[in-house]
């Protein structure tokens, strides 16, 4: 005898087409003209960022960077429907997202620049720093929203992975926990089509990402993860359900990576110049810009402010950034514990005068 | 004053932790109804309910991830994992995140979490539960490695890795969980971390030791002493950092060390005692280092493991040699 | 907008009911009687060797042992769907499938019994030996399975592992790649109902563990797991399927662990008696039996024949098993590596020197 | 004859090998149409195709079990793993299943793979990108270590290690994957496991080192020969299991030893080294043996990278306060 006993289906949501225009009428619960605009700054600072970054990078100002090019929607989209006291556990590419959170361009390029002092976020003490492992951050996510759980506090966690995430280990079980613990948490992925060289067909045979939340008994969905009213809308559900006590929830956002992996990578290596471009078409900003023209009389003059605001801001950044004085070397030993052992007083002191010495060398 | 074996020991630090803190939680595979498969948190989920005695779903990466995010927090959570064997698949969120936390965010968000495991060889059990692998974690900057040795210690440590504000791996003697009882009082007060404890004095030669073979080791120097070498006997205790001083200022009184482990010998922690002797006592030493410890093989399944495990007469014999060196 | 973009279901075979009788017609590729037959026979000596076993345990004879009690028609059942050179890696509790692969009880109890030499199969020469490290052998089957298609041999690969396990991200990682690479490999999933104190529910929050391979876009079914002729079938569907080319499949495999976890366990802190006894309505030996007395004219006397060879056949195996010499100590370094590495010559012969002077003091 | 740097070797000998025996294959995470992130395996996938070159989804841990599979039913699979510091995963898998398989089954199945990591800091990369925590490694009884130091030596070993039938890992200095360039034919030969390499004879103080310490250990020899010191130099290449014999046949010569490893300190592969010697040559020692290495911290970010790694000057110190130790 064979009989039926589950069933499941995955749905997907976008309100805007490629060209900004509405595919239906929009809910009541929209978010409002000013968050839109807002999450546009956002969006536009975010691209002119990443455009700098590499510059840095390719002039020696800055390590190894990860472009979020084209993503921009996305990264914003869900941090723009956090509160506050929600907690962020992002990957490396959620450059705006971290910005929406607080934490300054300034810190962001000294993490990038290789000083640990970046991570030291001051505006968002509670949110964790990137997690370059793989899908690791996934995990501490299911940690950090059981102990908002159980302290009764009425916040949500989100993390964010890639759709190379997805494969590793880490991410299962995070979901799974997430669900059998019912935490408040929402899993973002963000599917970009590609993990550094290998394409998402390459990574599971699962028709939707979104799936994968079936596995763990928890609700999913796909968002049009280039159209940030979307984006912004299926977060701000997912966590106010988390808050109110509703459990986890896996959002695959549909996005594309415009950009190499990073600024180690040379993309053309294994996908066509082709495929980029066509992509340029769902342009994330362009669509949100023709959005607001539309619906929020956004004029030319309004943009050429926003661009100069943002251009100013973020050249402001990069000089405070080349400002920064560097730590002094003992740091390296200063945060490895809350006190330093006695086991390595003879080391710190060594790297004191070895420092000490190269000065005098110079 | 009652006569407390080690396990019971652990589970009434444990006890007295979360009685104390109402931030530390247990959490593991089989902690709360079933007690831990050794006992260790018998009774806590009956006292402390589920939000505080968490079974975990069968995951060990996942348990120590879930145990970072905790504690950064400011939970304080303590993590069982059902034997050493079965820890490894947590070692890129130990490695790369629980030793790393404060270091990463300069001091923002740390850590303090206690990963407990029971650890060694000689209950005949099925192969991955004798693993000895302590030198491991021992080489990962950021963290501590503790292992008691006695009821006593067990508890006091226990109290001391919880309380400290990073993170701790606490390895237990499984094989001495029950062997070794000793009258204490549960006092609630922690035994420092990162020293060594002196177990015996003595002036010809130093026994230095942690787990289960203190057992061996304290037995080699009574039959030592009856054979009139004086041995002193220290207990390790913290294995990561260590404490070389209480060992240095040892061997550079008695000449002669034997270093006792039942870790496989290449790259164990009685290498790096070794080497550091080595360097810091070189004028001082009557005869050179010796090691006896576990081979460099995989732990035999039971009906092979005594052959396997360092035994009295080895030590004996080590330190007689050295004794006798010239 | 909103639109579902997949949808998936999960079914449920089953032939027989607790009582043996059938609850509808049987396919036309039902196993043969003789099949059935000698699964039954398997059944048998399974839980005599189970209940063996624990007495050989209780008297210092064997090291723990986990019994299979109650799950002997899962175990069994896939077996007896698998050629003889397809291969299998199982966990810990499937005594009754590798009697059925040709791994002799003496070599069974000699592993039990803590001598290495038990893994050393003489017929069953390419499975893997148990895994006691939970779900890592979901991954060697995945390689293995890589290999047999790799080199076009039309034969199918078999893992097991707990719904315990199913929680751990080597299960999820294994089933990824099995359907992204579309391997010939059938996992089957014992869902016993407990992984040592932990019940199902508290496991995952999925209605079904036979959903986790929607995660991996592989298709698999829920099975009566105490249904012999279930097991074998839908394990057979599922191997002639991946031999020829159709992928990975799941099955998850509904039954129930009787006994405690292992000799080591007490299931009464856990677990109440009743909730055990009520699954004895459902014990797979009574049922096959009911179903064999029914169809295939078995009587009492064949019952009776059963059990005394099969009590025979134990009674032989233990006998051998007491019998066999100690290794020597040297084994302990002779399969480490190809050829012992000159650095651990003088280790090796140190354990033979320290063998030699126990047997001079003894 | 031609110039080769180290990362074009390993791709030579990555595709000899594959070129001689049909068993071989690469699998890994963008080793395929990328040929690796750092072009290790640049060209295969287009002369091998997909079913020899296996990009594989994101998950080490999968990897590793996945290779262990294949390894078992006689293929020989190179899995890359992209850093060291994504390793971790696969610990599980390493160290209970890949360094067991064949004591395991007493012989029946065993485990010839080959698991290539990247490894060292200095090249300015993000965290995890920078570890060299192969003392871990080498504590794991079954498994083979090998570090190569030259194009030519990487040629050799890798060859060797593909050939083994035992699992090694094979860790390349990345910080000299194009820093050191070698004019040698790859003639497919493989050079010898489990052997150190005298890189330099000497008669004052031993350098030992491995790895891409080697070129400022070889540069501390040249500049110590400049002040009459003569150093003899030894890369240990396999480092585990440890060829002693010939590090300790040297400093029996030179009565001094000074080891140098990127590494952190504590229970790094020298102080196992250092613990033989003191073990076998205390007699022969006229100074302490010395350990240059990376600091028990983790590797700092980019910007302070610099302060971490051993430097030559460090070496000279260290090998000048052996010569004139009294
Ligand atoms: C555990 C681990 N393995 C490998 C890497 C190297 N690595 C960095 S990014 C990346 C690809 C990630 O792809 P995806 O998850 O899709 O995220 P995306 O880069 O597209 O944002 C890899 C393999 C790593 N950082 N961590
Ligand atoms: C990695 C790992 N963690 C923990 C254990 C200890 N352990 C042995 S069996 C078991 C429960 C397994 O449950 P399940 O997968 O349902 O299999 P069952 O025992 O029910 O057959 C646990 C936690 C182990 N063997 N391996
Ligand atoms: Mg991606
Ligand atoms: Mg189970």
Redesign the pocket.
């Known amino acids: 005898m064979r009989e039926r006993i589950a069933q499941f289906e995955v749905e997907r949501i976008g309100f805007l087409n490629a060209s900004g225009q509405l595919l239906e009428e929009l809910p009541d619960d929209i978010a409002d003209l000013e968050t839109i605009k807002q999450g546009y700054r956002l969006m536009v600072l975010t691209r002119l960022f990443d455009a700098r970054a590499i510059n840095l990078q390719r002039t020696g100002q800055l390590g190894t960077f990860?472009s979020?090019l084209g993503?921009e929607a996305v990264t914003i989209g869900f941090a723009l429907a956090m509160q506050k006291n929600d907690r962020l556990l992002p990957?490396?590419?959620e450059h705006g997202a971290l910005l929406c959170r607080g934490v300054t361009l300034c810190e962001q390029l000294l993490y990038w620049g290789g000083d640990e002092r970046g991570s030291d976020y001051q505006h968002a003490r509670k949110d964790f720093p990137l997690a370059?492992?793989?899908?690791?951050q996934c995990l501490h996510a299911t940690g950090v929203a059981t102990a908002v759980k159980l302290r009764g506090e009425p916040q949500a966690v989100v993390t964010v992975?890639?759709?190379?995430?997805?494969?590793?280990g880490d991410f299962a079980e995070a979901l799974n926990v997430a669900g059998v613990w019912q935490l408040p948490l929402l899993f973002i992925v963000?599917?970009?089509?590609?993990?550094?060289s290998?394409p998402?067909a390459a990574?599971s045979h699962a028709e939707t990402l979104a799936q994968k939340a079936i596995a763990a008994g928890i609700a999913s969905v796909q968002v049009d993860g280039n159209d940030l009213l979307a984006m912004e809308y299926a977060s701000r559900q997912a966590l106010e359900r988390a808050r109110a006590g509703g459990g986890s929830f896996l959002i695959e956002a549909m996005t594309y990576?415009m950009g190499d992996?990073?600024t180690a990578d040379d993309a053309r290596r294994y996908r066509d110049d082709d495929e980029v471009s066509g992509h340029w078409q769902a342009d994330p900003l362009a669509r949100i810009r023709a959005y607001l023209v539309e619906h929020a009389g956004w004029k030319k003059a309004d943009e050429e402010t926003l661009q100069a605001d943002c251009q100013a801001e973020l050249e402001q950044a990069v000089a405070d950034y080349l400002a920064v004085a560097p730590q002094p070397p003992e740091a390296m030993f200063d945060y490895l514990y809350a006190e330093l052992p006695q086991a390595y007083a003879a080391q710190r002191q060594q790297v004191i005068d070895r420092r000490g010495q190269e000065v005098a060398d110079e | 004053m009652s006569e407390i074996t080690l396990i019971e020991a652990v589970a009434l630090a444990l006890q007295h932790a979360m009685e104390e803190n109402p931030d530390v939680v247990v959490l593991g595979e089989d902690v709360a109804v079933n007690g831990g498969v050794f006992r260790a948190s018998n009774g806590l989920y009956e006292q402390f309910g589920d939000e505080r005695v968490m079974d975990t779903p069968l995951a060990e990466n996942m348990i120590a991830g879930l145990a970072i995010g905790m504690a950064a927090e400011g939970l304080r959570p303590v993590a069982e994992f059902q034997f050493m064997g079965f820890i490894y698949p947590a070692m890129?969120q130990i490695v790369s995140h629980a030793a790393r936390l404060r270091n990463r965010t300069r001091g923002r968000l740390n850590c303090p979490l206690v990963l407990r495991a029971p650890f060694g060889a000689g209950i005949h059990a099925p192969e991955h539960h004798s693993e000895s692998t302590e030198a491991l974690f021992a080489h990962i900057p950021g963290l501590r490695v503790v292992v008691p040795s006695s009821p006593a210690r067990a508890y006091g440590l226990l109290l001391a890795a919880i309380a400290d504000p990073d993170p701790v791996l606490f390895l237990e003697p499984k094989r001495i969980y029950r062997l070794v009882k000793e009258e204490f009082t549960p006092n609630r007060e922690p035994l420092p971390l990162d020293v060594c404890f002196t177990l015996r004095e003595g002036s010809n030669v130093t026994l230095v030791s942690w787990g289960a073979s203190m057992v061996e080791t304290l037995q080699a120097a009574e039959q030592l002493a009856a054979r009139e070498v004086s041995a002193e006997v220290i207990d390790v205790a913290t294995v990561s950092p260590l404490d070389m001083t209480t060992i240095l200022e040892s061997v550079a009184k008695t000449g002669r060390c034997v270093i006792v482990h039942e870790a496989a010998r290449s790259g164990g922690i009685g290498a790096e005692i070794a080497a550091q002797i080595g360097e810091f006592c070189l004028l001082d030493l009557l005869a050179p280092v010796q090691r006896v410890t576990g081979y460099d093989t995989v732990v035999p399944l039971a009906k092979m493991e005594h052959l396997y495990l360092p035994q009295v007469e080895n030590i004996v014999a080590a330190a007689i040699n050295a004794v006798e060196f010239e």
Do not use: L
């Open positions: 990860p979020s993503q990957s490396y590419r370059v492992p793989i899908a690791t992975c890639g759709d190379g995430a997805t494969s590793k963000t599917n970009n089509q590609w993990a550094i290998v998402r990574q990576r992996h990073t | 890129e």
